[in-house]
């Protein structure tokens, strides 16, 4: 079993859809959680953090359930510049991050 | 500030050549990671330094990978010799602190080819 399952998707959505991604991760003394953003041929880059009583940036919402080791993504009113990969990543001791292999976006016009 | 720096940004060998990668990270960030990123796949964690030590280096296929910090700032990866299967972007991460979570900066990844 992977540490941290992803749906691969490719997501296609239209602008101004919403769309959720959802992760689940293995190990529960994961310590820390994590959303972040890859866009093609590019390095990943911190999108966000991700807390229990859940934590919001502008059209981003991230929720973490520690009993469900399940973690989620919620994008409002989507925009043609969130075309990318989001890696749900979780931190183990030491600051060790683990990735999951990523979800695909597409926003279309 | 500047970011992590890396070069070659891109790298073709044949199998059995062995190739060096180099890693400058972000000024006085103590944390250096190296991570391999196969196509379709998230980041793959192969070693973590704080200063010239190593933290982590569970993951690296000590084989045929190598990687030294020998003065705590920049770093080099070796592969030696490359298989077909180490075809891949590898990344070079930073961040200030170890121990509790601090955010690790990437950098643009060096895109390897082993053919």
């Known amino acids: 079993r992977k540490e941290v399952e992803q749906d691969p998707g490719p997501f296609n959505v239209p602008e101004g859809a919403t769309v959720a991604f959802n992760c689940t991760y293995s190990?529960?003394?994961?310590?820390?959680f994590f959303w972040y953003r890859q866009d093609c041929r590019k390095e990943p880059k911190l999108l966000m953090s991700?807390?229990?009583s859940g934590n919001e940036d502008g059209r981003f919402t991230a929720q973490l359930n520690r009993a469900s080791q399940y973690i989620s993504l919620l994008i409002r009113d989507s925009k043609l510049s969130d075309s990318a990969t989001y890696l749900c990543?979780?931190?183990?001791?030491?600051?060790?991050?683990?990735f999951g292999a990523g979800t695909i976006l597409r926003v279309k016009s | 500030e500047a970011g992590v720096a890396q070069s070659p940004r891109y790298k073709i060998i044949e199998k059995r050549q062995s190739v060096a990668f180099w890693c400058n990270p972000i000024?006085?960030?103590?944390?250096l990671y190296w991570y391999q990123q196969i196509l379709g796949q998230g980041p793959k964690l192969l070693i973590q330094?704080?200063?010239?030590?190593?933290?982590?280096d569970s993951q690296l296929p000590k084989d045929r990978f190598s990687a030294e910090r020998l003065k705590g700032v920049d770093s080099t990866l070796k592969i030696q010799p490359a298989k077909l299967e180490d075809s891949a972007v590898y990344l070079c991460?930073?961040?200030?602190?170890?121990?509790?979570?601090?955010?690790?900066?990437f950098g643009p990844g060096t895109r390897l080819t082993v053919l």
């Open positions: 000024s006085g960030h103590a944390t």
């Open positions: 190990n529960s003394a994961s310590q820390s």
């Open positions: 990543v979780v931190s183990e001791y030491g600051n060790k991050l683990v």
């Open positions: 991700v807390y229990s």
């Open positions: 991460a930073s961040s200030s602190l170890v121990g509790s979570y601090n955010e690790q900066f």
């Open positions: 330094f704080q200063n010239n030590g190593v933290v982590d």
